[in-house]
């Protein structure tokens, strides 16, 4: 059980272009969604958390318009970086807490690597 | 400022020895307790979690917890060269909003046949 699935697992695209990113939560339904990025040998960032049905909560210095976050259902979450540049590749990851654990563990599904060129 | 602290090693054993991975957390108030293994160029994976004072242990892994010091340690019996990997600590806070998690920078764990 808990299992998060990604899509696409990775992308290149142009400067300038849009990229969306899919995260799902496969057997448990997932109030909440964080999205994370993750550059080379450096720790987790988490850019923003995303709830079901509102407006995510972005962290500091994380632009809400380059990246935006839609929560439409209990089991999807997507992220769309605008615009990309190459300074935006890097590998995003999300994941979800399962609503009925009552607990606080978040499953992480495997990643996209993203390279804008 | 809920900071999560690691040793980033790198953490160099044997196979066959005893791991020790620790963690330490600054804010009191920390409710849950996490261990992730991320193996380089994947995402993390939950190995452990612990909420009481104490020891908890499953197959090979043994996560402690001591709330007083603020300390959470990770123990893995009998290592394995497939055990290599960097080891997040997480920590959450009950008061965090929507059960964000806190990650340390990680311990790079390497098991040498």
């Known amino acids: 059980g808990a299992v998060v699935s990604q899509h696409p697992s990775w992308v290149i695209c142009k400067s300038g272009t849009s990229v969306k990113i899919e995260c799902r939560s496969l057997?448990?339904?997932?109030?909440?969604m964080f999205w994370y990025r993750q550059f080379p040998k450096q720790s987790l960032m988490l850019m923003a958390t995303?709830?079901?049905?509102?407006?995510?909560?972005?962290e500091q210095g994380v632009e809400k318009d380059k990246f935006l976050i839609n929560h439409a259902s209990l089991t999807l979450s997507t992220l769309t970086v605008t615009s990309a540049h190459p300074e935006d590749s890097s590998f995003y990851i999300c994941?979800?807490?399962?609503?009925?654990?009552?607990?606080?563990?978040?499953?992480f599904g495997p990643g996209t690597r993203l390279t804008v060129t | 400022q809920k900071e999560v602290e690691q040793n980033s090693g790198p953490l160099s054993v044997p196979e066959g020895a005893i791991a020790s991975l620790n963690c330490t957390y600054s804010?009191?108030?920390?409710?849950?307790f996490f261990w992730y293994r991320q193996y380089s160029g994947k995402s993390p994976e939950l190995i452990m979690f612990?909420?009481?004072?104490g020891d908890k242990e499953d197959g090979r892994f043994t996560a402690q917890l001591n709330k007083a010091s603020q300390y959470v340690s990770l123990l893995i019996r009998d290592s394995q060269p497939s055990d290599s990997a960097t080891y997040l600590c997480?920590?959450?806070?009950?008061?965090?909003?929507?059960?964000?998690?806190?990650f340390g920078r990680g311990t790079q764990l390497t098991v040498w046949p």
């Open positions: 994941s979800a807490r399962d609503l009925g654990g009552g607990t606080y563990e978040q499953y």
């Open positions: 995303s709830n079901e049905g509102s407006k995510a909560t972005y």
């Open positions: 804010d009191r108030g920390s409710q849950s």
């Open positions: 997480a920590v959450n806070n009950r008061g965090s909003t929507l059960g964000r998690l806190y």
């Open positions: 612990i909420y009481s004072n």
């Open positions: 057997d448990f339904q997932a109030t909440t």
